[in-house]
């Protein structure tokens, strides 16, 4: 995904998983504002869901305290 500047946004929970985090929520609170928000995302049966994404910022940082 893309902001649209074009910066990268990573799905969070699929960043923890790959980095063996295991408390996701823990791990987010320790975000800046910026570097993580909340999004609706439409599943393929047209259902409205929220997902946590990070910023390339916040990947980093993520990645540095795994």
């Known amino acids: ?3 649209k500047d074009g910066e990268p946004l990573f799905v ?3 960043v923890c998983s790959v980095l063996g985090i295991h408390n996701n ?3 987010l609170a320790t975000l800046a504002g910026d570097e993580r928000d909340d ?3 439409t599943d393929a049966i047209g259902r ?3 997902t946590t994404i990070v910023s390339e910022p916040g ?3 993520l990645v540095f305290k795994s």
């Open 39 to 41: 999004v609706g995302i």
């Open 1 to 3: 995904m893309l902001k």
């Open 48 to 50: 409205k869901q929220e």
């Open 25 to 27: 929520r823990d791990a």
């Open 12 to 14: 969070a929970k699929d």
């Open 59 to 61: 990947l980093y940082r």
